[in-house]
């Protein structure tokens, strides 16, 4: 590719992937380290994506990278455009490995038989949005994600459920801890992470990092109708994402965690793609017990009238709220916030599309406080 098409192509890639979208794709597509083969570490990530590419290109590896984008990317049919435009080899840049066959009965080739041997009644991909992650990226998300989400507690009971993101800035519901504000105490609370049980079943109690006393950087209400038991009448506006956003007195973000930072959740800008029964991952302290993982393979039910919601039928307890939903290749979509009413034959649980509050925080002036 010429010097102005990865200009291009750099500026696109910036508007849809996160740094830790892109280390996993780096390795997901090619096997290499993005640290290792291609960058280094400190710039910010349109540059990073710019040496990226032109990495790629001296490897001549980047049909493979770019159709790793193109394929997890069809939220974004101008990325996918452009790609196809600058690097049309992408498209193919993965050998098609099935097999001819001819299914013949008495040497006579059946119309209705499947023609390779990855066809249907071979092989079956039953349910098309659950995905079939590269195992070892996988799990290196999930530690990265764990290390990132923290219990909120005050006083060594657990509030609720929050997250990272930003190096000293955690994000929650505006109810877990709307009391306490109230109270004025909000120096009590404290966000503990790592605190998860062992494989030898003993539990890492974690570190406990303390709120500063004025810690609640800016919030948004939840809506009046969420204390009802008909919660959708009217629709929660624009305005009534029920976050708040914390500030710790420490950098927990920047702390060096099994030899590496521990990092934050970006928050994307723009929604990603969540059709109806896709799965969703949802990480949590329910009950103010250890980290837990919700993991239901066909949960999206669907936005609400105006899309502040997110219906989905994974499961929580008290003390999830403010829990970060994941896609099945962890990419954010929603902050957990609320269940349905109808606490005796409930239908639903409910979280707030995060590129809304996103929007919201940076709305309220607070862009800054969130890491990139």
């Known amino acids: 590719m010429r010097g102005e098409d990865i200009t291009k192509l750099s500026k696109s890639l910036a508007s849809s992937l996160n740094f830790d979208d892109l280390e996993d794709f780096v390795q997901a597509s090619t096997g290499d380290r993005?640290?290792?083969?291609?960058?280094?570490?400190?710039?910010?990530?349109?540059?990073?994506?710019?040496?990226?590419?032109?990495?790629?290109?001296?490897?001549?590896?980047?049909?493979?990278?770019?159709?790793?984008v193109h394929a997890r990317r069809p939220?974004?049919?101008?990325?996918?455009?452009?790609?196809?435009q600058l690097c049309p080899e992408a498209i193919g840049a993965v050998p098609d490995q099935s097999i001819t066959l001819s299914l013949q009965k008495a040497g006579q080739v059946q119309a209705d038989a499947p023609a390779n041997?990855?066809?249907?009644?071979?092989?079956?991909?039953?349910?098309?949005?659950?995905?079939?992650?590269?195992?070892?990226?996988?799990?290196?998300?999930?530690?990265?994600?764990?290390?990132?989400?923290c219990r909120i507690e005050r006083g060594g009971n657990g509030l609720g459920t929050g997250f990272l993101v930003g190096p000293d800035t955690v994000l929650t519901n505006w109810h877990v801890v709307k009391d306490v504000k109230a109270e004025g105490k909000l120096a009590e609370i404290g966000c503990r992470f790592d605190y998860v049980r062992l494989a030898n079943g003993t539990l890492n109690t974690g570190q406990l990092v303390a709120l500063r006393p004025d810690g609640c950087l800016t919030?948004?209400?939840?809506?009046?109708?969420?204390?009802?038991?008909?919660?959708?009448?009217?629709s929660p506006t624009p305005e009534e994402l029920d976050f708040?956003?914390?500030?710790?007195?420490?950098?927990?973000?920047?702390?060096?965690?099994?030899?590496?930072?521990?990092?934050?959740?970006?928050?994307p800008r723009d929604a990603a793609p969540l059709p109806r029964d896709a799965p969703?991952?949802?990480?949590?302290?329910?009950?103010?017990?250890?980290?837990?993982?919700?993991?239901?393979?066909?949960?999206?039910?669907g936005p609400n009238a105006n899309g502040t919601r997110i219906k989905?039928?994974?499961?929580?307890?008290?003390?999830?709220?403010?829990?970060?939903c994941f896609t099945m290749e962890w990419e954010i979509v929603a902050m957990h916030h609320y269940g349905d009413p109808n606490w005796q034959r409930p239908l639903f649980n409910q979280g707030v599309p995060i590129n809304l509050i996103r929007q919201r925080i940076e709305a309220q002036g607070f862009g800054n406080a969130l890491g990139k």
Not at 134 to 149: G, K, N, P
Not at 313 to 323: E, R, W
Request: glycine share 8%; proline share 9%; charged share 20%.
């Open 117 to 149: 041997a990855l066809a249907p009644g071979l092989q079956r991909n039953i349910r098309p949005y659950l995905a079939k992650p590269d195992v070892r990226v996988w799990l290196e998300r999930a530690i990265q994600i764990y290390h990132r989400v």
């Open 34 to 68: 993005l640290y290792v083969e291609y960058v280094g570490k400190g710039k910010p990530l349109r540059p990073t994506i710019s040496d990226l590419l032109n990495a790629l290109e001296e490897h001549g590896t980047t049909p493979l990278f770019l159709h790793y």
């Open 312 to 324: 989905y039928l994974a499961n929580t307890d008290p003390g999830s709220s403010g829990s970060p």
């Open 244 to 267: 708040a956003l914390l500030q710790l007195e420490a950098t927990a973000g920047q702390q060096q965690v099994d030899g590496a930072c521990r990092g934050w959740i970006a928050l």
């Open 75 to 84: 939220g974004k049919p101008d990325l996918q455009h452009l790609i196809e």
């Open 219 to 234: 919030f948004s209400p939840y809506s009046n109708a969420e204390t009802t038991a008909n919660p959708e009448v009217p």
């Open 280 to 301: 969703l991952l949802i990480v949590q302290h329910p009950e103010g017990g250890p980290m837990k993982m919700a993991m239901d393979t066909q949960a999206v039910i």
